[in-house]
Each structure stands twice: as structure tokens, then as C-alpha cells.
């Protein structure tokens, strides 16, 4: 098993540019989410999918979209970047969404926006 | 509202030092509690957890006990390593376990 894994690694952007930030996990979990990690300010969730076809919004939705097509899959789209999301991307998943189940992270995309 | 806070960093240790990294919360309903652990370079990995009030997770020589008393979670471990340094996350996952709410993190050096 790959587990969570993300795509890019690293990422420069231009403000006003968009791009996708790839996820995937082959355990076949149900809840996947993004989160954003800033100095200071810990984990603060994006969005989250509880099943593919269904997705809502965290914390902080602001500037990004997602869709979840299939259950593997859960792509993070910016669609006009601004150098507020400059931060490191963290994709996570779990089996269920339950309460007492434990996420599964990807190792992280760092994003710069300039 | 749900929120999670925890001791400001970053914590230099000596090797085979006592470490407490405080956490305490604030929810709606009955969380699960969770601490988890960032290596250099890497994501986030579950250290323990402990889902309902007098629990007490443990892993790796690490422990923290479910106080509903005190909504608090404090991670302990009686005698730190060097490769225990890593970056610290307590957080909480509300009742539906549709969202999961961090704490901002603890920096942990152990040097030799």
C-alpha cells in the first residue's frame, strides 16, 4: 500500500494562476479532507468529502473547489491563487469519518504564491 | 464552538528528560482525542488516542489521559529520545467525525 500520497511536492505559482493539487489513496477509505498548515496557526481544514460524489466545506473554503469523482481521488483546485494560500497542503483520509477514526496523511505539497 | 490549545513552543529537552506538552479543549459534545506526531519533512502521523472521558492512550513510551474534568489532554513521557523531536499536534474530532480541529503544535528538540 501507497497510502495517502500528494502531488506536487513543491509548487510555485504566479498570483492569479490556478492548478490542481493531487491526492489519492488506495486503502479505500470513505473520508478524505485538506487541510492547510501555517506558521502559527496549526492544521485548519479546507474541505472534506465523507464518500465520493459528496464533499462540504471546512474552516477556511475560500479560493478553493473540490470534487470527489471516485473513492481513490480527492484533487484541491485554486482557481485564481492569491499569496495568502501560501502554505504547506496536507491531504488526509480515513475509514469511515467517525469520530474515533484515525487520519492517514499524505507527506505534503508546499505551495508559494508569489 | 470546537477548538483545541496547546503550550506554546518550541521545548528543548535534555536526553532521558520528563516531557509534559499541555492541551486542552473546548467542544460542543463528547470528542475523541487525538495526539499526533510531524517528523521533519513528513506528514502527520497518529501518536495515541482516547475516546471517551478516563481514557488513556498510549504508544511508543508516550501517554495522555481524557480529562472531561478539566477538558484537558496532556501528553506525557517519562524519558525522551533524541529521535523523539518532531513537532507535536494535539486535536479533537467532534461527535459526527466530519471535522477534525488542531492545535497550533509543539515544537520538541531532545539533544543529547
Known amino acids: 500500500n501507497a497510502g495517502v500520497t500528494q502531488t506536487p511536492k513543491f509548487q510555485v505559482l504566479k498570483t492569479g494562476q490556478s492548478m490542481t493539487l493531487q491526492c489519492a489513496q488506495d486503502m479505500n477509505h470513505e473520508y478524505m479532507s485538506w487541510y492547510r498548515q501555517d506558521p502559527g496557526m496549526g492544521l485548519r481544514l479546507i474541505h472534506y468529502s465523507v464518500g465520493a460524489g459528496i464533499t462540504d466545506q471546512g474552516e477556511v473554503p475560500n479560493g478553493y473547489n473540490v470534487s470527489r469523482s471516485t473513492t481513490e481521488d480527492f484533487p484541491l483546485r485554486l482557481l485564481s491563487a492569491a499569496p495568502s494560500q501560501t502554505s504547506v497542503y496536507f491531504c488526509?483520509?480515513?475509514?469511515?469519518?467517525?469520530?474515533?477514526?484515525?487520519?492517514?496523511f499524505g507527506p505534503g505539497t508546499r505551495l508559494t504564491v508569489l | 464552538g470546537n477548538s483545541v490549545t496547546q503550550m506554546e513552543g518550541p521545548v528543548t529537552l535534555s536526553e532521558e528528560a520528563f516531557l509534559t506538552i499541555n492541551c486542552t479543549y473546548t467542544?460542543?459534545?463528547?470528542?475523541?482525542l487525538f495526539w499526533y506526531v510531524q517528523y521533519p519533512g513528513e506528514g502527520l502521523q497518529l501518536l495515541l488516542k482516547a475516546t471517551k472521558a478516563d481514557d488513556k492512550g498510549s504508544n511508543k513510551g508516550f501517554e495522555a489521559t481524557y480529562r472531561k474534568e478539566t477538558t484537558s489532554f496532556h501528553l506525557e513521557k517519562g524519558s525522551v529520545q533524541v529521535s523523539d523531536s518532531a513537532v507535536y499536534f494535539c486535536?479533537?474530532?467532534?461527535?459526527?467525525?466530519?471535522?477534525?480541529?488542531f492545535g497550533t503544535g509543539t515544537s520538541l528538540t531532545v539533544i543529547p
Open positions: 486535536a479533537l474530532s467532534e461527535v459526527t467525525g466530519n471535522q477534525f480541529y
Open positions: 488526509a483520509s480515513s475509514y469511515g469519518g467517525g469520530s474515533t477514526d484515525t487520519q492517514y
Open positions: 467542544a460542543t459534545g463528547y470528542p475523541s
